[in-house]
């Protein structure tokens, strides 16, 4: 039974005793949006429809969803569509929401030159990330969480961290800066207690707050001779080694 199926109001969800059951659902085609905690109980969803009259979509729409391995949108909808179970805007352009469930690989398509808020967060079934040479933003907490990310390459197009980015991503043991990055913002790195080494390029200009906290066997190797005037005071709490005017390579 789809406990959508006699949904009446668009702002909660009914018949809470079918939501543990659950493994797929066909959102109502006259809700509008899904707000963050939309599915909150669905322990064993696994796939969800969106129909077209959805216009909104918050990354934390199926927070408590670990077995939902599918996004699947409803032909011909305006603004979204869904690509390997993945969701996207229309044009391919941003990455919404990659759904808690999804297991190995992935690869971002050319083209995607957003990665939004939250869009990874806790995937934690997903060791690696091929991120497109066309991706310009990856967003504040896009891969927070994703406990089981191992490698991750940031493409050249890239200028900024954002905030928390990579906020505890425990097993995150290699990520390649690129050579225009210009800012690590505020706890862009937190947590992440896999990774022993970093190579922070001349191009950046400013490192954030906590930005490498809780990185308790990383070594840090900058090509500055010493930290910049405009990075915190606080980018390395914990004084973790950094080897200055120094490269990995």
């Not at 398509?109 to 957003?114: A, D, F, M, N, T």
Request: with cysteine; net charge neutral; hydrophobic share 35%.
């Amino acid at each position: 039974m789809n406990p959508l199926e006699n949904e009446k109001n668009t702002d909660s969800l009914e018949q809470e005793d079918a939501k543990t059951e659950c493994t797929t659902v066909v959102i109502p085609n006259h809700m509008k949006r899904l707000p963050p905690g939309t599915f909150a109980g669905y322990w064993n969803l696994s796939s969800v429809e969106i129909p077209t009259s959805v216009r909104y979509v918050h990354f934390d729409f199926a927070v408590t969803c670990e077995k939902l391995s599918e996004i699947i949108v409803e032909k011909d909808h305006p603004m979204f569509i869904s690509d390997n179970g993945i969701l996207y805007d229309k044009r391919m352009k941003k990455l919404i929401r990659c759904p808690q469930g999804k297991r190995g690989i992935v690869t971002i398509p050319e083209g995607v030159e957003i990665i939004v808020q939250g869009a990874f967060s806790r995937c934690n079934r997903i060791p690696c990330v091929h991120l497109p040479s066309t991706l310009k933003t990856i967003d504040s907490g896009a891969f927070a969480l994703c406990e089981n990310l191992i490698s991750i390459e940031i493409p050249q197009q890239i200028d900024t961290i954002s905030r928390s980015a990579f906020f505890f991503c425990l097993s995150l043991e290699n990520i390649i800066l690129p050579k225009t990055l210009k800012k690590i913002q505020a706890n862009a790195f937190s947590f992440c207690q896999s990774l022993v080494s970093i190579d922070i390029p001349q191009t950046i200009t400013y490192v954030g707050k906590d930005a490498f906290k809780g990185c308790s066997e990383l070594i840090i190797f900058s090509e500055h001779v010493m930290k910049p005037q405009h990075w915190s005071k606080l980018w390395n709490p914990k004084n973790r080694p950094v080897h200055w005017n120094t490269s990995i390579k």
